[in-house]
């Protein structure tokens, strides 16, 4: 029998609760701590960004991480079906997670065949920098294959997820952990201590500072984008839903710190700037392997687990356009992801070619750093916020109650008060923000 059970004319579930646990870690783990928490953390100041980032997390990010989940599961549908069971225009707002979930896939898609390059040419022993990398057009062939890849393994179903999950977590885990092991020998690793945990308090009063820390909150633990909800629709009926939210994002956020200490030892030591950007992970870890003794090994074991985490946060995030286009076109499954894959290859392209030597570039960055800068921070914390309020205010405080599995009321009381307070306090930030 196969770890998520499904019956005709029934909605498939996760088998048990660490199965929902890993699979939703799998989700988020790949690219939102791996590839981006470690860019952010080098562009916003090291470690402001990281208090500022952990109150985001655990004041606002993780209830309304809940409530999404939450959402998922009373209402067993896709994210349009959600919200439009919430209020009869919910359909709106459930279209504009689709909408943005399909903006952030596409460009996943590419950092995602990013890494199968790097794992490719880690085999091939021709692991080259970032700027070899992308000097012809491997950035748009390996996003080729990454799609048609996805779309492969989609058509096998939700299952197939959750097998690959649990594989997945622990060996990337330990990989991790050992290329720290080995970068607290490098020259710069007092260096990148203190960049991580030594703060300058006065950069706490930027409010730029506090939208990336949002954003990136926002954006480890999958809220407004309809993973959570998604993903939750397939919750059975004994798993406690806070208890598995904190699970999650205790590892998201360990394995998020584990990647800054993973990489920022060596850019300081290789003299590298830390404010690079989207390529950092990219730059910086070719040059470690290739000094390291031994490194064509762990070049090879890291891509290769890397490329499956990135590939896992993609079919998370293309399961919720799926869902939505099953039920809102009434497609069959095999057509449905045929139809999101054809969509992908033409709205992934343009991320694609700019790291090419077309370079196509918006507001004078990448056009993939502007999709990730403007979707993946401003637009996600304000899907998560519009999501929250609505289900806060709108849905019966018992129906919440009873979809989050819990048997403390302050665990209750606390989601449903953060959800129904954060519309008005974005309007609040957004003014600290615009003339603060």
Known sequence: MSAMTEQPGQRGQWSSEPAFVFSMAAAAVGLGNLWRFPYMLGENGGAAFIIAYLIALLVVALPVMMLEVGAGRLAQGSAVETFRRVHRFGAIYGWAIVVLTIAISSYYLVITGWTLGYAVGAVTLSVDTFDDFTVGYNSVWFFLITTVL??????????????????????????????????????GWAEARAFMFQADFSMLSDPRLWVFAFGQAFYTLAIGQGYLITYGSYIPKNVHVPRACLIVAGTE????????????????????????????????????FEQMRGGWFLAILFFSLFFLAAFSSCLAGLKVVIAAFEEEFRMDHVRAVLAVGVLMLFLGLPSALSFTPVQLSVAGMPFLDFMDQFGGTNVVILSGIVGAGLFSWLVPRERIHDSLGASKRWWQWRIVIVGRALPFLGVLWLGWVLFG
């Open 150 to 187: 996805a779309a492969l393994v989609l058509i096998k179903g939700v299952s197939a997820i959750e097998k690959f999950s649990k594989l997945l977590m622990p060996v990337l885990l330990g990989v991790i952990v050992l290329l720290v092991i080995i970068a607290t020998r490098m020259d």
């Open 253 to 288: 956020t360990s394995i998020a710190l584990l990647a800054g200490l993973m990489i920022f030892p060596y850019v300081f030591t290789f003299g590298m700037d830390p404010g690079e950007g989207s390529q950092l992970a990219f730059s910086t870890l070719p040059v470690v």
